[in-house]
């Protein structure tokens, strides 16, 4: 039952956005109490920071040695899944106390490759808010947009390529 009701709230949140994402909603969707849902995840949070879970469990940097070619490939992932479901950023931006383990673990793996990149701590503070700022940024901008599949590639690719010339820049940088 957990499984259908994420699935359940991530494609309603995809659908409808985060506005019409409540509680009662979802349970009217799936034709159940709304405190089955309240069982299994506690609360709104609960239920937010578990589809957060699921959505991001998969976003990893690639095997490679080179630690600025794994950092765009994490990012690459992160931007795909931030763009997949905007609204769960959303919400999570909106509920600060909802800070997801993934998001946490994404940060984090995203910190130790900037340092592995040579970067000293205030670098890595620096360079940590500029990447991932420019991936919301980039993911939830063409997210809000009605924008066929095809055009979404591009600005994929764009991403991209802009990724690839900040990390150019740190580089030169080092």
Same mark, same amino acid.
């Given at each position: 039952?957990?499984?259908?009701?994420?699935?359940?709230?991530?494609?309603? %949140?995809?659908?409808?956005?985060?506005?019409?994402?409540?509680?009662?909603?979802?349970?009217?969707?799936?034709?159940?109490?709304?405190?089955?849902?309240?069982?299994?995840?506690?609360?709104?949070?609960?239920?937010?920071? +578990?589809?957060?879970?699921?959505?991001?469990?998969?976003?990893?940097?690639?095997?490679?040695?080179?630690?600025?070619?794994?950092?765009?490939?994490?990012?690459?992932?992160?931007?795909?899944?931030? %763009?997949?479901?905007?609204?769960?950023?959303?919400?999570?931006?909106?509920?600060?106390?909802?800070?997801? @383990?993934?998001?946490?673990?994404?940060?984090?793996?995203?910190?130790?490759?900037?340092?592995?990149?040579?970067?000293?701590?205030?670098?890595?503070?620096?360079?940590?808010?500029?990447?991932?700022?420019?991936?919301?940024?980039?993911?939830?901008?063409?997210?809000?947009?009605?924008?066929?599949?095809?055009?979404?590639?591009?600005?994929? @690719?764009?991403?991209?390529? +802009? %990724?690839?010339? %900040?990390?150019?820049?740190? @580089?030169?940088?080092?």
């Amino acid at each position: 039952m957990p499984g259908a009701i994420l699935s359940a709230a991530l494609e309603m %949140l995809d659908t409808l956005g985060p506005e019409a994402f409540t509680m009662r909603a979802l349970a009217t969707r799936l034709r159940i109490n709304p405190m089955t849902i309240y069982y299994y995840f506690g609360d709104r949070d609960g239920l937010i920071a +578990a589809m957060a879970e699921r959505v991001y469990q998969e976003v990893t940097a690639p095997p490679d040695d080179d630690p600025l070619t794994r950092l765009a490939g994490l990012l690459q992932a992160y931007h795909s899944q931030v %763009l997949q479901h905007p609204g769960l950023t959303l919400l999570i931006f909106s509920r600060p106390t909802v800070f997801p @383990k993934q998001a946490r673990r994404i940060t984090t793996d995203i910190t130790q490759l900037l340092h592995r990149s040579g970067l000293s701590s205030a670098g890595v503070r620096r360079w940590v808010g500029i990447l991932v700022d420019f991936t919301h940024g980039a993911a939830l901008a063409m997210a809000t947009e009605e924008q066929p599949a095809i055009e979404r590639n591009t600005a994929a @690719k764009n991403y991209a390529e +802009a %990724l690839a010339e %900040l990390l150019n820049a740190l @580089k030169k940088r080092q």
